[in-house]
């Protein structure tokens, strides 16, 4: 009987696969690890405060400061430290805000908003003026703590301030950049903010060498899987029989995984494209809903009888929840990152009820794919008793095919338990991608741990999405023009394995 390479594949030739599998996986992990640290944390340079065009003050306690009107004092940070130029392979651009309030009896604060009057501009050499990019008004909640009493002695103490979020620039297009910022005081803003003495800037943008890394393994992953998936549909449409569901959804996986890693990076360089966040978001979800639908019918397949299976409206519901959550977060995306196109100081953050609906979004999708991969393990149990139902019968079977079964629902076995891995760490990637990113220092040496996860992952991915088409496409070794013509319509499918469990569901 006709069958996929994961059943006519010798064991040694497996064996070797697997070893090479390995081998990628390892070097997708190092990369991350040890040459592409994924993120640069600097403080910009600070330039002195200007209360008007022509004058400039280095701190609030100069005699000029104290006449000034608060309203004409604008804040002046220059991006990136002198001697330095910004540079289209750092991709993004995140900038948070650091207060430093001096604590005065008469002005004391509690957590309070604040208003600001932000400016973004940029130039591409020194001597060219600045030309004005961004615009806006934003207000950012204040939290602040006093460590110690608050007494006439502790006068001059400064609060511990939470970082504010400020701005993210979704393409670093250009060499400079300078963000003025003005603190707007009147009758109802900036009331009760306290004695402000300095604001820093601190900056977070993609490391260049990660951007090389990622981009060159997008380029060569790119032609790998999009000619693997041509190859695997070449070889379906060869087969006498129409392909069946599961062979129509290993198809879809492959173009899901080829959109995500076509490296669109390339022209990002040469061109200020402020949406490619948004669009590596949207790549991510077609991903991520292609993979999970394809977990839900590859397992699915191997529960149904053959009356049931090989029918996409079997699984309406469990695809429509995977549908309707990848929804959910594109809207949440777009409220975000979309609004960032025409806005950069823009934040679902900047409010008391954004901040709740963004945590919330977290909770839920994070909720929601740990059940799913626990709904997923169910179904592969489920799966596994289905199989032990045909292995009750190996042992009235001559000694060959017996042995030739016990091989087949071995491979499928590993095969399903190697699923079960990929979706535990495509749940963990998933979820400390929305909660946050980071190092792990240990002593002296710092492991980009995040770096790491992420090229990991992605490799991860690409192999195994890259080993499923290998090994369920159809094999070479048999006839499959005259063999599969010996089977009814029902009965055929890409694997033997496939074929049993149908068998076994019905009985």
Same mark, same amino acid.
């Given at each position: 009987m006709a069958g996929a390479i994961?059943? /006519?594949m010798s064991t040694k030739k497996l064996v070797i696969l697997g070893f090479f599998i390995l081998v990628f996986q390892i070097l997708s992990v190092m990369v991350g690890a040890f040459i592409a640290l994924r993120n640069d944390f600097s403080q910009f340079l600070h330039f002195p405060i200007a209360p008007s065009p022509t004058s400039q003050i280095h701190s609030f306690d100069e005699p000029l400061a104290k006449i000034v009107d608060a309203n004409d004092i604008v804040f002046a940070v220059h991006l990136p430290l002198p001697d330095t130029e910004m540079s289209p392979w750092f991709q993004y651009m995140l900038a948070v805000l650091?207060? @430093?309030? +001096?604590?005065?009896?008469i002005n004391p604060i509690d957590d309070v908003i604040v208003t600001i009057d932000a400016r973004l501009a940029h130039r591409d050499d020194l001597k060219s003026e600045w030309s004005t990019k961004f615009h806006s008004v934003e207000q950012r909640p204040l939290k602040c703590t006093f460590e110690v009493a608050k007494t006439y002695e502790n006068e001059?103490?400064? &609060?511990?301030c939470d970082p504010v979020p400020f701005m993210e620039l979704g393409s670093v297009a250009h060499k &400079?950049? $300078?963000? /003025? $910022?003005? $603190?707007? %005081? /009147? @009758?109802? %803003?900036n009331v009760g903010i306290g004695d402000i003495k300095d604001v820093h800037v601190v900056g977070i943008h993609q490391n260049g060498g990660f951007t090389k890394v990622w981009i060159s393994m997008k380029t060569v992953f790119t032609p790998w899987i999009s000619m693997e998936t041509v190859w695997y549909w070449h070889r379906i449409s060869l087969m006498a029989r129409p392909p069946v569901l599961l062979e129509k959804v290993i198809v879809a996986l492959g173009i899901s995984m080829t959109f995500l890693n076509v490296p669109v990076e390339w022209l990002s360089l040469g061109f200020e494209w402020t949406w490619m966040l948004l669009y590596e978001d949207v790549q991510q979800g077609v991903f991520y809903s292609a993979l999970f639908c394809f977990w839900i019918i590859f397992c699915g397949e191997h529960l149904m009888d053959q009356s049931r299976r090989n029918r996409l409206s079997a699984y309406w519901w469990q695809l429509g929840l995977v549908v309707f959550g990848s929804s959910v977060l594109l809207i949440f995306d777009l409220s975000e990152r979309g609004a960032h196109l025409t806005n950069p100081f823009y934040s679902v953050w900047a409010s008391e009820t954004g901040t709740? %609906? +963004?945590?919330?979004?977290?909770i839920v999708a994070g909720i929601s794919v740990c059940l799913y991969f626990l709904s997923l393990c169910v179904m592969v149990r489920c799966v596994f008793r289905n199989i032990g139902g045909k292995m009750q019968q190996l042992p009235a079977m001559p000694e060959a095919k017996r042995r030739h079964y016990k091989g087949i629902i071995f491979r499928f076995k590993f095969l399903m338990l190697v699923t079960l891995a990929c979706a535990a760490m495509t749940v963990i990637f998933f979820i400390l991608n929305q909660v946050s990113e980071g190092h792990w220092h240990w002593g002296d040496f710092t492991l980009q741990a995040h770096s790491a996860f992420v090229t990991g992952v992605y490799g991860m991915w690409n192999l195994y999405v890259s080993t499923i088409m290998f090994l369920y496409a159809p094999s070479h070794k048999f006839n499959k023009q005259s063999q599969e013509t010996q089977l009814t319509l029902e009965e055929q499918g890409p694997t033997e394995t496939y074929r049993i469990t149908g068998k076994v569901a019905e009985e």
């Open positions: 994961i059943e /006519n650091q207060f @430093d309030i +001096a604590f005065k009896m001059g103490r400064f &609060y511990q &400079y950049f $300078l963000i /003025n $910022l003005r $603190l707007p %005081v /009147n @009758d109802t %803003v709740r %609906v +963004a945590i919330t979004f977290i």
